[in-house]
């Protein structure tokens, strides 16, 4: 076991157990379809010691995309022929809305994170990555949708403030996972200055899996931008764009705004998430030249989050060499979880990869100022 596992296993052993309370925040928050958004807030029984109170973990986990097009805000919102947890938080069987969250990799209880205090989860149902800032319904495709994502975000804020002492926070790490990434890299600079004009000073890092959403040069990457485009213009999400080019909707892309971000970053690029952005933006017969465009402009995307001067690290691959863990190794994985190849939210969390380091003890290291041994490289 790694030298952070080592050190949580004997609290393991002493019945140290965790639960999520589901807190809804109605007239505040609104999903799609008009329900009451919420957070998970994770806490700890039994632990003789915990991370430090002032230190805070938010997930942006459940990623599910976005509804930016007729196409694929059909199944969602207002009367819609059937919901998912990205647009609704009526449907409790869905996993963003589950009585009792289940998250493996970094919040498995072998993780060096088991022991943070301090965990939640924010709801997403509002399907436009956090930064919809609709206060009424709006029409797509002659339908009736909310998009009030950036106002979510902010009641999710206050709530916590108001309810579980955020005031007092030092250190504050956003960890997302594809669509959640890209909440986060959009809505960064927005919740640093929201923080700090409510008193709050604490320092802000992240930790993004995914989330390389890129324009490109092809008939359907055009198509994917062209839906991006109405996504922007339909959330009225404009002003929710980083500052640096607001003014411009592809603001929405990495590509422009990533080098711009004045925050700490780890970004854990998975390999299959490239194969994913291939079939998205090559459609359903990719041809060689193809291939080689869009991974050549995933690469453009990571290195604008490099450009920053912040980046500290990444990591790709889900080949494991040897498996860092007792509770998950061997563990028959769910088919249905969109997170089943993920670096960190996954049982690939804790395999060493080809530099001889798990992916979560990277994070950790790379949050309490050490310099992590390189996850992968490809």
Not at 37 to 54: L, M, P
Not at 133 to 151: C, D, I, M, Q, S
């Amino acid at each position: 076991l790694s030298q952070e596992v080592q050190a949580v296993a004997p609290l393991i052993k002493q019945n140290v157990t965790y639960s999520w309370k589901l807190t809804k925040i109605p007239n505040i928050t609104r999903c799609m379809d008009g329900s009451a958004g919420g957070i998970y807030f994770r806490s700890i029984r039994n632990a003789a010691n915990t991370e430090a109170d002032n230190s805070w973990l938010f997930l942006f986990v459940d990623g599910v995309g976005w509804c930016n097009h007729w196409s694929n805000c059909r199944p969602r919102g207002f009367g819609a022929p059937f919901h998912s947890s990205a647009s609704s938080s009526k449907w409790k069987d869905q996993p963003g809305w589950a009585k009792n969250m289940e998250l493996d990799g970094l919040l498995s209880d072998n993780s060096p994170f088991a022991l943070w205090k301090n965990v939640v989860a924010f709801g997403y149902c509002d399907a436009s990555a956090f930064a919809g800032r609709r206060r009424k319904v709006t029409l797509v495709g002659g339908k009736p949708y909310l998009f009030a994502g950036r106002w979510n975000l902010q009641g999710y804020l206050d709530h916590l403030i108001s309810e579980h002492n955020l005031k007092t926070a030092e250190k504050i790490v956003l960890v997302g996972y594809q669509a959640g990434a890209l909440a986060i890299s959009l809505g960064s600079e927005w919740m640093q200055q929201y923080l700090k004009q409510q008193g709050i000073n604490a320092h802000l890092s992240a930790v993004l899996e995914g989330g390389l959403y890129a324009d490109v040069d092809t008939d359907t990457g055009k198509e994917q931008s062209r839906r991006m485009k109405m996504g922007v213009e339909s959330w009225n999400a404009t002003d929710s764009m980083p500052s640096a080019c607001q003014a411009d909707w592809n603001c929405i892309f990495p590509q422009q705004h990533a080098q711009h971000l004045n925050i700490d970053l780890f970004l854990a690029h998975n390999l299959d998430d490239d194969e994913r952005f291939v079939g998205l933006y090559g459609g359903k017969e990719v041809k060689t030249e193809q291939r080689e465009l869009i991974k050549k402009e995933i690469a453009v995307t990571a290195g604008a989050y490099k450009a920053s001067g912040r980046f500290e690290i990444g990591g790709c691959g889900t080949t494991a060499t040897d498996v860092d863990t007792n509770k998950d190794k061997g563990k028959k994985k769910d088919k249905k979880k969109d997170t089943e190849s993920s670096l960190l939210f996954s049982p690939f969390c804790h395999c060493k990869h080809l530099k001889g380091v798990t992916p979560c003890s990277a994070v950790h290291q790379w949050l309490h100022g050490q310099k992590p041994s390189l996850v992968a490289t490809c």
